[in-house]
């Protein structure tokens, strides 16, 4: 499942935020398995405290190593992402579904 990963952090931290990024890839290329895969580069949002990166990860764990690593430096919050034409789909398909429900107990 793919994930937005928005994160922020203090500008007097940028030091130790690249020193533990730096640590955390050399980690990921070690153990990939366990993190999250990185999809693109992290794109930064109004200056370079804040921005996100798009996540690709099987199990929640993978996220959290993340923001377990980049603590306290980093504040993450993730958003989950979803193909649009397949939502549109199943919503489609939810509406019918209730819709012949509702003609059904008429």
């Known amino acids: 499942m793919k994930y937005k990963g928005y994160w922020e952090f203090d500008r007097k931290d940028v030091n130790e935020v690249n020193f533990a990024y730096m640590k955390m890839e050399e ?17 930064v949002v109004g200056g370079h405290d804040k921005g996100y990166t798009i996540f690709e990860a099987d199990e929640p764990d993978q996220l959290g190593r993340i923001c377990v690593w980049m603590v306290p430096w980093v504040r993450f ?20 579904i209730l819709a012949e429900s509702l003609e059904e107990k008429k």
């Open 27 to 43: 980690q990921r290329a070690k153990e990939p398995e366990k993190w999250a895969k990185v999809i693109g580069n992290p794109m």
């Open 77 to 96: 919050k993730f958003v989950a992402l979803f193909d649009a034409p397949a939502q549109v789909a199943l919503m489609a398909e939810k509406e019918k």
